[in-house]
Nanobody, 128 residues
C-alpha cells in the first residue's frame, strides 16, 4: 500500500511559478512510476507529466500543453516526486493529483486508469 500526499499548491499570477511536491509512504518508492494529473472544473482529469523508475534512467513524459514549462523530478531518498511549474497560465488552473504505479520497466503510464494509488489533490489557481 502506498499513500500519497500532495502539497505546494496555491494562487499565483500568470507567468509565475509553483513547485508541487508529492510525498509517498512505503519502502519501495523507487520501484514506482509516478505521474501528475490535473482536473479543471467541468473537465475530465488529464495527464500532465510522468517519471519512470530510477534504474531505467528516470525517463519522463509530458503533455504537449506543458512541455517546456513544467519539469517532473523525483528524490528517492525522500520518497518524493516534484512538479516544477514555470510560466503558468490561467488555463493551468486545476486540482493537481499525484499518482503511483509499481513498474518493472521504463514504462511511464499516461492513462489515469493505469495508476493504482492517488493523492487527495492540491489546488493550483493562476490569475490573469
Amino acid at each position: 500500500q502506498v499513500q500519497l500526499v500532495e502539497s505546494g499548491g496555491g494562487l499565483v499570477q500568470a507567468g509565475g511559478s509553483l513547485r508541487l511536491s508529492c510525498a509517498a509512504s512505503g519502502r519501495t518508492f523507487s520501484s514506482y512510476a509516478m505521474g501528475w494529473f490535473r482536473q479543471a472544473p467541468g473537465k475530465e482529469r488529464e495527464f500532465v507529466a510522468g517519471i519512470g523508475i530510477s534504474w531505467s534512467g528516470g525517463n519522463t513524459d509530458y503533455a504537449d500543453s506543458v512541455k517546456g514549462r513544467f519539469t517532473i523530478s523525483r528524490d528517492n531518498a525522500k520518497n518524493t516526486v516534484y512538479l516544477q511549474m514555470n510560466s503558468l497560465k490561467p488555463e493551468d488552473t486545476a486540482v493537481y493529483y499525484c499518482a503511483a504505479k509499481q513498474v518493472y520497466s521504463r514504462y511511464v503510464p499516461t492513462n489515469e486508469n493505469a495508476y493504482n494509488y492517488w493523492g487527495q489533490g492540491t489546488q493550483v489557481t493562476v490569475s490573469s
